[in-house]
Nanobody
Framework: QVQLVESGGGLVQPGGSLRLSCAASGFTSNSYTIGWFRQAPGKEREGVSCISVSDDKTRYADFVKGRFTISRDNAKNTVYLQMNSLKPEDTAVYYC?????????????????WGQGTQVTVSS
């Protein structure tokens, strides 16, 4: 059974940094993509970034390019989202999710399993 557990959220001032973690388990395939999504109150869940674990290719939403970096640690079965230069509009619940295959989609409907989310609040 696939399980995804996010951690690392919290309260940070504008311009600060956070690193989110997504610990994955129960995978039976080596070809999958982990995506990070976020959902602010009253808004749709939107794709932030994703990484294909078979070839380490990555993709970012335009609104985080240059500020966020996605990476993975195979030994720990963990995917990270390093978030720098945070803005108040980055405030949201952040989720990681998995889809089978190596395509770098940021569309929520293409992902199969989700974590419970972690709250990120950017405020002074």
């Amino acid at each position: 059974q696939v399980q995804l557990v996010e951690s690392g959220g919290g309260l940070v001032q504008p311009g600060g940094s956070l690193r989110l973690s997504c610990a994955a388990s129960g995978f039976t395939s080596n070809s999958y993509t982990i995506g990070w999504f976020r959902q602010a109150p009253g808004k749709e869940r939107e794709g932030v970034s994703c990484i294909s674990v078979s070839d380490d290719k990555t993709r970012y939403a335009d609104f985080v390019k240059g500020r966020f970096t996605i990476s993975r640690d195979n030994a720990k079965n963990t995917v990270y989202l390093q978030m720098n230069s945070l803005k108040p509009e980055d405030t949201a619940v952040y989720y990681c999710a998995v889809r089978w295959g190596s395509s770098l989609y940021l569309t929520k409907y293409t992902y199969n399993s989700w974590g419970q989310g972690t709250q990120v609040t950017v405020s002074s």
